[in-house]
């Protein structure tokens, strides 16, 4: 049996007062096969795709959720500050029954019960070794000195939860806008409250949380521990004066040193990194390997998955700059920028309230 053609001369006329079912009875539509086989590519399309768009809306969220909460705790802090409520707390819950006053807070839980506010379990570090909260007692738990202090368990309003320590040594002054009050605790805090995945660098971030548990690393990178990323508060020149000498200054200047804070809260310059260490950070965080201490190096591509990976703060497509512990003089330090497509380094002024900051760990 011959196969019959059409052509568009087979179709009746638009205005023909018959038109021909069997014509279009006759069009070949898609067979079963063919259906089978465009739905399996979209589903090997969705399976590659799906997972990676869906991981990237939770990263934004979770950064969008964490620079909102700290925006907003930081405003709390800076009103403290000017109504000179931030400092002369003895302890943490003191401090905590004052911030309230700011920043709403829906529960406060003791430290024999954090985990009545808080996840029992978090995960923290490259490795995501699993640490028990109910363990973090104190502010040596969180890689600071002993405040003598307590930890408090926190829920606020917005559904994010904390677990914090207060400084008493914390410094207040109502005439300056240099003081965010961050130096004044340090926090462990989850944005999506009791759900998973309570991890590092996902939902879980931190202010001046060095390391968490017995856990000195935050990140290990050619055999050396880093601490978490953080942002120091500006130490002050009478401070600096007084405790250059133990944190190994030899310098200071400035009424408003952020690279001095950053040592400060590393514990010394010997536990800040040198140049030659943020480096192997740059090697990292760009896919290469042999980035010199103080080398400039172009065309290249800054991985930012990598950046979130390490707990920097930095935004697709903007750059982020970190202080080595390398003092230039007593009005600059060395640091490293790492901008898309180029690191450098530069000896920049120690009052640049833009540049992070990580120690070594042991």
């Not at 069997?22 to 590659?48: D, N, Q």
């Not at 990178?221 to 405790?243: G, I, R």
């Amino acid at each position: 049996m011959s196969k019959e053609k059409y052509s568009l001369d087979d179709v009746p006329a638009s205005g023909s007062t018959m038109v021909s079912e069997t014509f279009f009875l006759r069009r070949k539509g898609f067979t079963l096969a063919e259906v089978l086989i465009t739905l399996a590519i979209i589903g090997v399309v969705a399976a590659l795709t799906i997972p990676t768009l869906v991981a990237n809306y939770q990263n934004k969220s979770w950064n969008t959720a964490a620079t909102v909460f700290e925006r907003k705790l930081e405003e709390a802090l800076k009103t403290m500050n000017t109504q000179q409520t931030l400092a002369g707390y003895k302890n943490t819950e003191d401090f905590v029954n004052e911030l309230s006053k700011h920043f709403k807070i829906t529960k406060i839980c003791k430290n024999d019960a954090l985990t009545d506010c808080f996840e029992d379990k978090v995960y923290w570090g490259t490795e995501n070794e699993e640490i028990e909260i109910s363990n973090i007692k104190n502010a040596s738990k969180f890689g600071q000195k002993d405040w003598n202090t307590e930890t408090i368990g926190l829920q606020f309003a917005n559904g994010t939860t904390g677990i914090v320590a207060y400084n008493p040594d914390c410094r207040q002054d109502p005439y300056s806008n240099q003081i965010t009050g961050t130096s004044c605790l340090a926090l462990l805090y989850d944005t999506s409250g009791l759900k998973n995945p309570n991890t590092q660098n996902k939902d879980l971030r931190s202010i001046n949380v060095a390391s968490l548990g017995n856990s000195s690393c935050a990140f290990e990178l050619d055999d050396v521990c880093f601490t978490a990323p953080f942002k120091p508060d500006a130490m002050s020149l009478a401070d600096c004066e007084a405790q250059k000498g133990d944190l190994g200054i030899k310098e200071c200047y400035y009424d408003g040193d952020y690279w001095a804070g950053a040592v400060k809260a590393c514990g010394g310059v010997d536990k800040m990194p040198t140049m030659a260490q943020v480096a192997k950070i740059a090697d990292y965080v760009y896919n290469t390997s042999g980035i010199g201490a103080k080398e400039n190096v172009s065309n290249l591509t800054l991985d930012y998955d990598k950046v979130t990976e390490l707990g920097f703060s930095a935004t697709q497509g903007s750059a982020f700059y970190v202080w080595s512990g390398e003092e230039y003089s007593k009005t600059y330090a060395y640091r490293r920028h790492f901008i898309p497509t180029y690191t450098g380094y530069y000896d920049d002024s120690r009052r640049s309230s833009l540049i992070q900051a990580v120690c070594l760990g042991d």
